[in-house]
């Protein structure tokens, strides 16, 4: 099996992250947290809680910023590297609660931008 250069103790991860998909995101995260013995703790209610705090962290980015300066936060390294971090963490907690629940959130989002649709029609 080949390795990976840039990541060799994942042979399989792709080199091009427009390679990567939610099933595989997830595999990542359920495997990280099975080495680690936290799957005890992965329950929806501690899993919506993390979520909570970790998009908690990400408004606190934004929280006195003005519309203008919340458009350009991505123009300060520090800062885009922060709102990134709080980004993945957002996603993998949402990813790790769908698992747990067994939705899935691309068929769940398809579904509701469906429902909106039919809620707010275009003028």
């Not at 399989?12 to 080495?35: G, I, K, M, N, T």
């Not at 680690?36 to 929806?44: D, E, I, L």
């Not at 989002?109 to 029609?121: G, M, T, V, Y």
Request: aromatic share 6%; charged share 25%.
């Amino acid at each position: 099996m080949t390795q990976h250069p840039q990541h060799p103790q994942h042979p399989q991860r792709p080199e091009h992250p427009e390679h990567l998909d939610v099933a595989q995101l997830q595999r990542r995260l359920a495997e990280f947290a099975a080495v680690r013995n936290w799957q005890p703790f992965h329950t929806p209610k501690n899993l919506v809680a993390a979520l909570s705090v970790e998009a908690s962290e990400l408004v606190e980015i934004f929280q006195w910023l003005t519309p203008e300066e919340s458009a350009r936060v991505m123009d300060d390294p520090e800062t885009a590297h922060r709102v990134t971090d709080e980004v993945a963490d957002v996603l993998a907690y949402l990813l790790q609660l769908c698992e747990v629940l067994g939705i899935d959130p691309l068929t769940a989002l398809d579904a509701k931008i469906d429902r909106n649709e039919r809620r707010f029609p275009a003028p």
